[in-house]
């Protein structure tokens, strides 16, 4: 509990997605045309998400001013609503951002904040000719690169970099065995039958923030119903079975990489409590022939503490991965020879599962 705390107060300084009035240098990697939307050599890894609007500056002023309209790791497309010196909107070329407050947007002419400046023919063109200096780790290509094709092209696929506005999840886990064993004296006087099966199925939601800027934006809480069944038998053939129906809550954070990326391993840390019913039985084997079954019913609670990741495709598809400690304690009522028991159950797990955000 204090290690959940402390993680709780120091959560909210590690939200990496800029603020208001926050400034960062960029290179334009492409332009279209028309000056309207420009691809930046920025993205997610430097905390710009889509909806942050921002002005374009260069030593002389004021460029344009955008909003963020899709974004990947390292790269993002803006959307130009405002023109304030368009010859400055070409390809390759050095300037900062700087995060402003939204500002509501309009088609209607009339209502335009101010008239829009009208780029010369050129459209690419060095950028210390045109007056932008080039700022310390502003050009992040390769010698002798002259573009970043590739990443264009994955950003201006209809496939989504990110999927904020999928931000309910649905998963699964499953894990079943159906074996069987058979116990027998070496006399053969006597055998015993008993199951050596077992399952964990385990279904669950987990809810993620649409509103990626703010500070909560790496956390998603989540619900699961876990049913868990284990059999085992005895070299006599004495079994016993377990049965656990456990409801969970808890809470996921992503202190490195936002939640909604997509063909990206996102690392995760993981809390939760449990809280259910268990049913045990003992069945009696060759020790005691013919003897009556032993069962006990209780209650069960318990919290597991892990580390994980997850992968999402496009599409919303993903796959999970948890290590976890878990810890459960049960405590009985009287069983069937008025003896009250209570157990605990504690170790490692792996856990694997599928899910689907919608």
Not at 35 to 49: A, Y
Not at 146 to 155: C, K
Not at 177 to 197: I, N, Y
Not at 286 to 295: A, C, K, T
Request: charge should be negative; include cysteine.
């Amino acid at each position: 509990m204090k290690t959940l705390a402390l993680l709780l107060l120091l959560l909210p300084v590690s939200a990496f997605s800029l603020e208001v009035d926050e400034k960062l240098t960029v290179r334009l990697v492409k332009t279209s045309e028309s000056r309207k939307t420009v691809m930046i050599n920025r993205g997610t890894e430097d905390g710009l998400v889509e909806g942050d609007h921002a002005k374009f500056i260069v030593t002389a002023g004021l460029v344009a001013r955008g909003v963020c309209v899709k974004v990947s790791p390292s790269r993002s497309v803006w959307s130009i609503y405002r023109l304030v010196n368009a010859d400055f909107i070409v390809n390759e070329s050095v300037m900062s951002i700087k995060i402003t407050p939204p500002i509501k947007l309009t088609k209607d002419e009339t209502q335009a904040i101010v008239e829009e400046d009208t780029p010369a023919a050129v459209t690419t063109g060095d950028a210390t000719q045109l007056g932008i200096p080039l700022a310390e780790g502003a050009s992040d290509l390769a010698p002798g690169a002259t573009g970043a094709s590739e990443d264009l092209r994955a950003l201006e696929d209809s496939a989504p970099a990110v999927i904020p506005e999928k931000n309910l999840e649905a998963f699964g886990m499953l894990n079943i065995s159906a074996l069987s064993g058979s116990t027998k004296t070496d006399t053969g006087a006597s055998s015993v039958t008993a199951s050596q099966a077992g399952h964990h199925l385990g279904l669950g939601a987990e809810l993620y923030p649409q509103k990626e800027r703010e500070w909560y934006s790496r956390f998603s809480v989540l619900g699961a119903l876990n049913l868990l069944r284990q059999n085992s038998q005895a070299y006599n053939g004495s079994s016993s079975t377990n049965d656990v129906t456990e409801f969970s809550f808890g809470l996921n954070w992503h202190p490195t990489k936002l939640p909604s990326q997509t063909l990206a391993f996102i690392p995760f840390v993981h809390a939760s409590f449990h809280l259910g019913t268990v049913e045990s039985t003992y069945s009696p084997g060759s020790e005691n022939p013919g003897g009556p079954d032993l069962s006990a019913s209780g209650k069960t609670a318990g919290f597991a503490l892990g580390f994980g990741y997850k992968f999402y495709t496009h599409k919303g598809f993903g796959v999970r991965a948890l290590l976890d400690y878990y810890s459960r304690a049960e405590k009985f009522s009287d069983d069937d020879a008025s003896n009250a028991f209570n157990r605990t159950v504690a170790g490692p797990r792996l856990i694997l599962g599928l899910s689907y955000r919608f």
